[in-house]
DNA sequence: TAACCAAATGAAACCCGTTACATTTTAACG
DNA sequence: CGTTAAAATGTAACGGGTTTCATTTGGTTA
């Protein structure tokens, strides 16, 4: 490899011109910068830019703490995180850390030696071991879909809650009165503030709250078949069902139609997020849209805004969420109604 | 951030000694080894990784260019790249390329400026400049999914002509003859491939090739269901779809499905790639698995023995598929086979 | 105790840019 | 033409590790 002394004797000049040449052209006369760019061709001279962040302390890397790269949700807001990373001149160095803490933790510690600059996370927790905490500073992290209640960092989510309870209300509406819900896992906040918005969404329509009517899952499509066969063999079985997510209620939507049942006729199915495959089901799928790929984005022009010192405090960014009515949702039965 | 040289103050010994008691602690004495950890302790040493990369001229980061991110399959096999990487010490830097030339090359860059080490493409295209051209010698790279056929370089892939073969053999053996192929991007070799087995089938049973049953797609739910609109709207209707991949084949199905046909009775549809999702539709899809990690985790392993020297020709790597068949195919309908 | 070798340690070069500071060249003006 | 400021260029330090080579220390043996 070539490097900038040999681009200097090349074209007769010393290395601080050479670099001049490159950074700031018009600090270098314009014969001296022909001279330079010349011998850069001659030469086949490519900048060495680990030497150059080495130098100035920054890598202009970020550390994105994924749980699952492969679940399509987290895959829109990667997305996006690569897209604003780019523009910005920043790389996004991928983690898949299958939520194993340790997993995080060795990633985070590409922050604290100087690979990165900095970390962007897509769980609620804090990756950092404590020699992190500096008083009164804010860690280099952002915080995306899920937020962190213990610690002062910035964020990017939605108000879970306010959504969950405007897809329960919109159940109600067509007549539901007893409704299932499938949980996320208990680990994550979502699962808690979206079991809130569910619950607001009863207690202002005047309806009991029933605990045996809450099932547990995982985000997965298998958790959803689990638990809709669960739901299936219960018996005053409800006539709607909230998924805490798309894929649960596409995994329950196919149990549901493999026993017979016809959707939204017998059963209404809700999910969250609204990921593709969502609008693609027979019937499409109501549901939440989050605007995943600008969580992604947001939370990066965020981290990179701290980073560069252009923010202080901790900001919260609420993104907007809508309500998508398709076909999965529908008045509820008149027998169960009655 | 506190430096070797003050860890070496702290300990009364030289930098060397720090370095050495860090790297091979046989090589010191016992005693300087207890003063030395002490004494990183209580600066709170952590090394600046970049000045280790810098020095050495490895940076242990690969970059991935993915055509993109949120596709599930793709997102599959970052996942495997991921994992393998993070077993051999190196990091994956993700570019989200879009099929983009342009963004391609710049992230290409990044090799060329030191900042990774080698490459892992997904599409069949060399993003690389000229400059790297050495003859005799391999790029830093590895093909993934698809072949490029114009230069040498590791590769790791499926048979993906026997693959679709197969599965057009299937549909042939349930008595279908006149099958509609879901194309994938004109651009992309799978795409001919694909087409390829499938002729082959055709030809091996004797049956004719027909041009009015190829339907073109780019391999999104859209598109399938796009293709899926035409074939209901075309005169002589075919009793079965191959599509070149699942989304296709879910948006076909669910176009199929809202006009009112039943899968498999009146029409089959198959897919390939075998998604998550693939298995959860309904009737589940019929489609061809590919191990989507493995191939993550082969081409990074292919890549980093390539960049250790560890093997100097080019090895292609075909992986096994397998014809799942679930219950989106069945035997033609009557009336279409007489 | 002298001689000798191995183990332990230290000094300094090195990787490759950037940049502060010093020096030289150029241009402008009296 | 001489003076002076500005523009152009050069020199060398710097960043933080690793590593080579030299030196010192320690222990062993005659």
């Known amino acids: 490899m070539s490097n900038i002394r040999q681009v200097a004797t090349m074209a007769g000049v010393s290395v601080a011109t050479v670099s001049r040449a490159l950074q700031q052209p018009e600090r270098v006369s314009p014969k001296t910068r022909t001279k330079v760019m010349l011998a850069v061709n001659e030469v086949g001279y490519k900048p060495n830019l680990m030497a150059v962040k080495f130098r100035s302390g920054k890598t202009h890397n970020l550390v994105a703490l994924v749980p699952t790269v492969a679940n399509v949700f987290f895959a829109r807001v990667i997305s996006g995180m690569q897209i604003a990373a780019a523009q910005r001149g920043y790389a996004i160095l991928l983690a898949n850390t299958l939520g194993d803490e340790s997993i995080e933790a060795n990633y985070a510690k590409m922050v604290q030696t100087s690979q990165a600059d900095g970390l962007i996370q897509l769980r609620a927790h804090n990756p950092f071991d404590s020699s992190m905490n500096k008083p009164g500073e804010l860690l280099p992290m952002v915080n995306v879909c899920e937020v962190m209640s213990d610690i002062n960092c910035p964020v990017v989510t939605l108000d879970n809650r306010a959504a969950a309870k405007a897809m329960t209300l919109h159940l109600i509406e067509q007549g539901h009165s007893r409704i299932a819900l499938i949980k996320g896992p208990q680990s994550?906040?979502?699962?808690?503030?979206?079991?809130?918005?569910?619950?607001?969404?009863?207690?202002?329509?005047?309806?009991?709250?029933?605990?045996?009517?809450?099932?547990?899952?995982?985000?997965?499509?298998?958790?959803?078949?689990?638990?809709?066969?669960?739901?299936?063999?219960?018996?005053?079985?409800?006539?709607?069902?909230?998924?805490?997510?798309?894929?649960?209620?596409?995994?329950?939507?196919?149990?549901?139609?493999?026993?017979?049942?016809?959707?939204?006729?017998?059963?209404?199915?809700?999910?969250?997020?609204?990921?593709?495959?969502?609008?693609?089901?027979?019937?499409?799928?109501?549901?939440?849209?989050?605007?995943?790929?600008?969580?992604?984005?947001?939370?990066?022009?965020?981290?990179?805004?701290?980073l560069e010192g252009k923010i202080t405090k901790a900001p919260k960014v609420i993104m907007p969420f809508e309500l998508i009515v398709r076909g999965s949702t529908g008045p509820a039965p008149k027998s169960t109604v009655a």
Chains 1, 2 share one sequence.
């Not at 918005?197 to 005047?206: C, E, N, S």
């Not at 947001?298 to 981290?303: D, E, F, N, P, R």
């Open 188 to 306: 994550s906040p979502l699962t808690r503030e979206r079991l809130a918005g569910y619950r607001d969404a009863l207690t202002d329509a005047g309806l009991t709250f029933d605990e045996s009517l809450l099932y547990p899952g995982d985000f997965t499509l298998q958790s959803g078949h689990n638990a809709a066969s669960k739901i299936l063999a219960s018996k005053n079985r409800p006539s709607a069902v909230f998924c805490e997510n798309d894929e649960t209620a596409i995994g329950a939507m196919q149990c549901f139609k493999q026993a017979g049942l016809s959707i939204p006729r017998d059963i209404s199915i809700a999910g969250f997020d609204d990921i593709s495959f969502s609008a693609f089901c027979d019937p499409p799928l109501t549901t939440i849209a989050q605007p995943a790929e600008e969580f992604g984005q947001s939370a990066v022009s965020l981290l990179i805004d701290l």
